[in-house]
């Protein structure tokens, strides 16, 4: 585990949250302003934005995103509170699943079904008071 940074125009480094993409997280893709890509977390610690420098052929700045990123950081925001922060703003529908390729839940883990005792057509009537 680490942090990673991006050095900008002037030297300074960007993203002080940590980057790694080695569990399962959330994401949004950022397809509005400047650059496109995907800010994503853990809920944790990890907070990171993989962009695309190159669309079409012309060059991308994601210089706004990650000045965004490190801004909630310096305002002490932890790396939940600032995801929240940008997929509201985005717009775009949270997407849930393993951060090191993208694929999402497909279900979520059932619940614990055995400490629940079957219920008799009798007890469902007294309880939901319905009349043969």
Excluded: H
């Amino acid at each position: 585990m680490g942090s990673a940074g991006f050095v900008i125009p002037g030297g300074q480094t960007l993203m002080p949250y940590k980057t790694d993409r080695d569990r399962d997280g959330r994401w949004v893709i950022i397809d509005r302003g400047q650059c496109p890509g995907i800010v994503y977390t853990d809920d944790d610690e990890v907070l990171g934005f993989s962009f695309m420098p190159k669309v079409a052929g012309a060059e991308l700045d994601p210089t706004p995103m990650l000045t965004q990123i490190d801004a909630n950081y310096a305002a002490g925001l932890t790396a939940t509170q600032a995801f929240e922060l940008i997929a509201a703003n985005s717009g775009s529908q949270i997407d849930e699943g393993d951060l090191r390729t993208w694929r999402k839940t497909r279900m979520r883990k059932r619940p614990d079904m055995s400490s629940l005792t079957r219920t008799d057509a009798a007890e469902v009537k007294a309880v939901t008071r319905i009349d043969d």
